[in-house]
């Protein structure tokens, strides 16, 4: 007679999956929190230039968003473009575009809205100067210029 029998039908018994939903919305609550949504595809590129006096711009609704620099695409050329929201426009579409912004806002709070330009290291002072008076013609007179923090080197 032996000591130890095997066991007839070695099933193994059921995974407890009741905390599997618990993990789930767990798992989609942190990606919903921690992801940033886009609000425009980028088409240019815009390598900051940087600045040792930066400030973090508190509400973002109150941004019109005007990048500039070279096309990421080598096909729409190499000189400096305009994005206004997801395409490329023209010195000649940026009061329109301004314009249709402000019609979708609360006429109180137009007063208070900033422009936001990013704008390449390579991009010439000429056109920013034009981009800057075709905001003027509009009224739009803030101007914040994006820029990254400059790293200290002591």
Same mark, same amino acid.
Do not use: C, H, W
């Given at each position: 007679?032996?000591?130890?029998?095997? $066991?007839?039908? /070695?099933? @193994?018994? =059921?995974?407890?999956?009741?905390?599997?939903?618990?993990?789930? %919305?767990?798992?989609? %609550? %942190?990606?919903?929190?921690?992801? $940033?949504?886009? #609000?425009? &595809?980028?088409?240019?590129?815009?390598?900051?230039?940087?600045?040792?006096?930066? &400030?973090?711009?508190?509400?973002?609704?109150?941004?019109?968003?005007? %990048?500039? /620099?070279?096309? +990421? #695409?080598?096909?729409?050329?190499?000189?400096?473009?305009?994005?206004?929201?997801?395409?490329?426009?023209? +010195?000649?579409?940026?009061?329109?575009?301004?314009?249709?912004?402000? @019609?979708? $806002?609360?006429?109180?709070?137009?007063?208070?809205?900033?422009?936001?330009? $990013?704008? #390449?290291?390579?991009?010439?002072?000429?056109?920013? @100067?034009?981009?800057?008076?075709?905001?003027?013609?509009?009224? =739009?007179?803030?101007? @914040?210029?994006?820029?990254?923090?400059?790293?200290?080197?002591?």
């Amino acid at each position: 007679m032996s000591k130890f029998k095997k $066991k007839k039908g /070695g099933e @193994s018994p =059921a995974i407890n999956t009741s905390s599997l939903p618990d993990i789930v %919305f767990m798992l989609l %609550f %942190f990606f919903m929190v921690a992801t $940033k949504m886009r #609000d425009s &595809e980028m088409k240019v590129r815009t390598k900051l230039p940087q600045a040792t006096e930066v &400030e973090k711009l508190e509400k973002k609704s109150r941004l019109y968003y005007i %990048f500039v /620099g070279p096309p +990421l #695409d080598d096909r729409n050329g190499t000189a400096s473009r305009i994005q206004l929201g997801d395409d490329f426009a023209d +010195l000649d579409m940026i009061q329109p575009y301004i314009i249709s912004i402000n @019609s979708k $806002k609360n006429p109180d709070e137009i007063k208070y809205m900033t422009t936001s330009l $990013k704008a #390449d290291v390579t991009v010439k002072m000429g056109m920013i @100067s034009d981009i800057k008076q075709e905001l003027r013609e509009v009224n =739009a007179l803030k101007l @914040s210029y994006t820029a990254a923090k400059a790293l200290d080197e002591d």
